[in-house]
């Protein structure tokens, strides 16, 4: 059963899917190579070609179907049929034979077991931060990781949102009432977080989801390590780093690596978070920690 704060997050992602785009953008496989995010293409260069993927929580798809491109296998889960239906349709529009897409909350390990089978690699981005059982929410993906296999998690941070969260007061507040104003910082806002607003679908679907969203939670690089620890995942790297010292550039690095970055010590986990405040500020305070599970 779907929780109080899943549903309030279940019908907001059915009324304002993310990440929005126009399906028209997408007429050939090309455009969505084309289209993709750096981040994207990172993890697509990281992740060898014969590896089964899962991106849970994987929204209107626009990662997932891109990974897929080069693979055979990869899975894009989540619980909003409004987020579903549009990725539906650029499957449809663009013939993405392996990927396939299945309506799953998270939180329900039935519906999480009846997948059936097991992931070489399991990615969540900017997901669970909105499920209210984090912690349960992450043990309850790791049922679809393969012993040896890789995982990726992105969450708000607790120090790195906080610009974010003044932001939104000031939106929700003073600016509120002045129409001039309220849409040039909006843009400005936006602006901030992805660089440009020509695409209007993309730039509407950011304000939702960072401005106007009814349920978020932060969380700290010290409690995705407990969380690490006590299932049995190896550390290899966040990202942004939260090595003291170490500003090795995540294409340089590689996604799973672990010669660059060091487990985090208590000094440096905070050293590094509160300079994420301004590090990260226009992302939102979003970080992605990632690991290997044992065999
Ligand atoms: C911010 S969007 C992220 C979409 C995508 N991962 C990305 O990074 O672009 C969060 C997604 O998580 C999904 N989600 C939230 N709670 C969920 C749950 N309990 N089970 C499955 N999906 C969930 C939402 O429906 C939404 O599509």
New binding site residues.
């Given amino acids: 059963m779907?929780t109080e704060a899943?549903k309030r997050?279940?019908e907001f992602?059915n009324k304002t899917?993310?990440?929005d785009y126009e399906l028209e953008r997408f007429k050939t496989k090309e455009d969505l190579r084309i289209a993709a995010y750096p981040f994207a293409e990172i993890l697509d260069r990281s992740i060898p070609e014969n590896a089964s993927i899962i991106?849970?929580?994987?929204?209107?798809g626009?990662?997932s179907a891109f990974l897929s491109l080069r693979r055979k296998c990869v899975w894009g889960?989540?619980?909003?049929d409004g987020?579903l239906s549009k990725a539906r349709k650029l499957k449809e529009q663009l013939k993405l034979k392996s990927w396939t897409l299945k309506k799953?909350?998270?939180?329900d390990t039935e519906q999480i077991e009846a997948i059936g089978r097991k992931f070489d690699y399991v990615l969540?981005?900017?997901?669970l931060h909105?499920?209210g059982y984090t912690h349960q929410?992450f043990e309850n993906i790791l049922r679809l990781l393969k012993p040896g296999g890789y995982i990726g998690v992105?969450l708000y941070n607790t120090y790195g949102r906080i610009p974010l969260q003044i932001r939104k007061f000031l939106a929700k507040t003073i600016f509120k009432n002045n129409n001039i104003l309220n849409n040039t910082i909006k843009d400005w806002f936006i602006r901030m977080q992805i660089g440009n607003i020509e695409d209007k679908e993309r730039a509407r679907g950011w304000w939702s989801?960072q401005y106007l969203h009814p349920y978020e939670t932060t969380h700290s690089v010290g409690e995705v390590l407990k969380w690490f620890k006590g299932n049995q995942i190896d550390f290899y790297q966040t990202v942004p780093s939260s090595t003291l010292f170490d500003d090795t550039s995540l294409e340089t690095a590689g996604v799973w690596n672990t010669t660059s970055q060091k487990y985090p010590s208590f000094l440096a986990r905070i050293c590094k978070q509160i300079a994420w405040i301004w590090q990260t500020h226009q992302e939102g305070g979003y970080w992605i920690t990632f690991g290997k599970k044992k065999i």
Avoid at 104 to 107: H, M
């Fill in positions: 779907v899943g997050v279940q992602y899917p993310f990440p991106d849970v929580g994987t929204g209107t626009q990662l889960i989540d619980f909003s987020s799953v909350d998270l939180l969540c981005m900017g997901v909105h499920t929410g992105g989801d």
